[in-house]
């Protein structure tokens, strides 16, 4: 398949952000600068990534694929710890629960041999799971962020009564969870009959066999499904704690400013 976007059909879609701007200003939401922002950072993100994909994808190179590797965890733990409102070690609970989601996912491919340890199979593939598993780690922060400061009254009164924090936060803690894990989940319902995985036909159209095809993106789905779980898990476990300090009294982390 011969794929050629020229520079007019480039800027000739631009007028889609348009649109999205539009819809902005008469609805007076104040997001046309964080839209243009975003823009602006995802095309040159894109020319720099894509350069430096060239590269290490021609030097095939193990060490340099590690180092793309663990800057991608980085910068996915990095945004997660954004959206951790305050909560304390954000950025480390957040990196230790890609890591670990990442790299043990990814590790049981490679034993199994379903992916092999190239770069251009490597690079891709943590970034779909760092990617999701931010994801994950943000809805967790933000769901562990929402029920202690509504449920507070009940977990006060909980820790009154004798119990410990865990067991003050134990539903909090199961909510948390599920909520960083069920978009992965009902994104996997819809596959093929909603959406179109974009990996499956971009493998299709490449010219892959459509049998091989669909096994690499079942993987695909098996290995997100587990991504984010271990990540879902992690996070809340390790989160939920900063909500207490050394004497089991619960405090509200401060939203950074920004």
Request: charged content about 10%; overall charge positive.
């Amino acid at each position: 398949m011969n794929v050629n976007v020229d520079n007019k059909s480039l800027l000739l879609a631009f007028s889609l952000v348009l649109i999205s701007l539009l819809i902005s200003h008469q609805q007076k939401l104040r997001l046309e600068r964080e839209t243009l922002i975003a823009v602006f950072r995802a095309v040159l993100q894109l020319i720099l990534v894509g350069y430096l994909l060239a590269t290490i994808f021609k030097v095939n190179n193990l060490v340099l694929t590690l180092a793309m590797q663990l800057l991608i965890v980085f910068n996915a733990a990095w945004n997660g710890k954004k959206r951790g409102g305050g909560i304390r070690y954000a950025f480390w609970i957040a990196w230790g629960g890609l890591m670990l989601s990442t790299f043990l996912t990814m590790g049981i491919l490679l034993l199994t041999g379903v992916i092999k340890p190239q770069p251009f199979q490597l690079i891709p593939v943590t970034g779909m799971i760092a990617g999701n598993s931010m994801t994950a780690v943000g809805l967790v922060y933000r769901s562990l962020q929402q029920q202690f400061l509504d449920q507070q009254g009940q977990v006060f009164e909980r820790l009154a009564l004798g119990a410990n924090p865990k067991l003050a936060s134990g539903d909090i803690f199961r909510t948390a969870i599920q909520t960083g894990m069920q978009p992965t989940i009902d994104s996997v319902k819809t596959y093929g009959i909603v959406s179109l995985p974009g990996m499956m036909s971009g493998l299709i159209m490449a010219g892959i066999s459509p049998i091989n095809a669909i096994k690499y993106q079942i993987m695909v789905v098996f290995m997100l499904l587990a991504a984010t779980g271990i990540a879902s898990a992690w996070s809340a476990f390790l989160a939920y704690r900063q909500f207490y300090n050394s004497e089991w009294q619960l405090i509200l982390p401060k939203k950074e400013t920004r």
